[in-house]
């Protein structure tokens, strides 16, 4: 199993910036993709950007690209999500995940294994 803790959230002005961070312990060699996710009050949990963990390859959707950037570093265990030009609109509760399964739709809630108990950012206007 992984486990993972999210650090990082706050409240923060728009056109602001936060990181967040994700530390994985247990067995994190089991994990191909590593990604963020994000639920607003009253909404669905949305898929925010994801990172193929060995190779290192990004994605992202279309509603931060430009604006946020995933990163991890390997030796620490540790995914991480740079936030910039914060808009109220990212106001959420943010979650780190992990999937297992190198095929099927990164973007997809279910398909992901590992979860964090997720960190609050809030944007204000």
């Known amino acids: 199993q992984v486990q993972l803790v999210e650090s990082g959230g706050g409240l923060v002005q728009a056109g602001g910036s936060l990181r967040l961070s994700c530390v994985a312990s247990?067995?994190?060699?089991?994990?191909?993709?590593m990604g963020w996710f994000r639920q607003a009050p009253g909404k669905e949990r949305e898929f925010a950007a994801a990172?193929?963990?060995?190779?290192?390859?990004?994605y992202y959707a279309d509603s931060v690209k430009g604006r946020f950037t995933i990163s991890r570093d390997i030796s620490k265990n540790t995914l991480y999500l740079q936030m910039s030009s914060l808009k109220p609109e990212d106001t959420a509760v943010y979650y780190c995940?992990?999937?297992?399964?190198?095929?099927?739709?990164?973007?997809?809630?279910?398909?992901?294994?590992?979860w964090g108990q997720g960190t609050q950012v809030t944007v204000s206007s």
């Open positions: 995940a992990g999937k297992r399964d190198r095929g099927g739709d990164y973007r997809t809630v279910w398909r992901y294994d590992a």
């Open positions: 990172i193929n963990w060995i190779g290192g390859s990004t």
């Open positions: 247990g067995r994190t060699s089991s994990m191909y993709f």
